[in-house]
């Protein structure tokens, strides 16, 4: 019976999501090159049932989306696509020619669920981007191989991490996809806020690697609250370790 339960539920949302996304999809395409970062941050929090709906503080992913639209990256990584949320603003703020790749795990069973979301997020760029979706493990080095070949000699501007949060995880993602970074391009991490284990996010453990790591860099943390126990911003410079900017520069 729970189990019966279990994959009624799933149906349904699986039914109510395919309808949002039939419902939307227009309206998403046509929102966007000519609104501010703060006014698609709001978009993706607030309109279209909440189907964009990212997994960040708003006023983290704000700042950050200002950030990136000052940039306007022409090649952006992203490894996390999950709800689309951020692949959107990426591609709202990034260069109208940009070239975006997304990388989420594989669904598995859930195929179909998977095709409704590719065709849905398909729908999301603007008709000069080039986007590729690759449902593979970031850290598998034939992902890797895959991008490397997608990138043609390409360098990457922007690079975000928000994919498998224990420190071996985003170790590893680092180290197989920040050689790819241009320099002078930018390395993101999600997360960098300490997860107090005994929570639900006890395996997250980006800020052990970003402390690690910040200070090789010139770096910015966008943090609402350091006692907020998820989420916080880490920026890195990929540019070479200056000895004169031992620390991050705060943004709060
Ligand atoms: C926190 S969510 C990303 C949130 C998204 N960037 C946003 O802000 O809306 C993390 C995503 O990373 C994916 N993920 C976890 N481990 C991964 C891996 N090894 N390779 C690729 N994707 C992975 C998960 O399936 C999940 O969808």
Redesign the pocket.
Known sequence: MKAFLNWLKKAWNFLTYTVQCIRYYKSIQRTGADMSAGQLVDAIFHRWGGILK???VPYEIRLFSELVEKNQPQTVL??????G??LFLFSRLADKNAHIIS???PMGLMRLYFFIRLLFFKSIPLSGQTLNLLR????KLITKKKIEKILNGKKIDLLYI???HSYE?VKKDFELYSPLVTPGGIIVF?DIVHHPSGTTAHLAEVDRFWNEIKTQYHCVEIVENWNQWWAGIGILTKKHLNPNIPKCNKVI
């Open positions: 990212p997994i960040q992203e490894i996390g696509t999950a709800n949320g951020t990388i989420d795990l593979s493990n970031s850290q928000d994919a498998d995880g999600h």
